[in-house]
C-alpha cells in the first residue's frame, strides 16, 4: 500500500470522517481499519487479492460439483 497515504494522520483522519458523518453507520474499529486497508492497497496487492479469492471460489466449486447439496461430506 501506499505508505505516505497509509501513514498520513490528515489523511486517515479525513477518511473517517468521511466514515461517521453516516448516522446509520455501525461499523467496528476491525471493520474500519480493514477498509483503510483496502482502499490503501497497492494496484499489485488489490490483483492479488483478487486472484486469490477467485481461486478459493474456483476450488470451493470444483469440490461441490457433482455432489448433493443436503450432504455434509
Do not use: C
Not at 494522520?9 to 466514515?19: G, N, V
Not at 461499523?27 to 488489490?46: F, G, I, K, P, S
Amino acid at each position: 500500500m501506499p505508505t505516505d497515504r497509509y501513514n498520513n494522520l490528515a489523511a486517515f483522519r479525513a477518511f473517517l470522517d468521511a466514515k461517521l458523518v453516516d448516522p446509520g453507520n455501525d461499523l467496528t474499529l476491525d471493520e474500519v481499519l480493514a477498509l483503510w486497508d483496502a482502499e490503501n492497497q497497492t494496484d499489485a496487492e488489490r490483483d492479488e487479492a483478487h486472484r486469490t479469492v477467485a481461486d478459493g471460489l474456483a476450488d470451493a466449486a470444483r469440490r461441490t460439483i457433482g455432489r448433493d447439496p443436503r450432504s455434509r461430506t
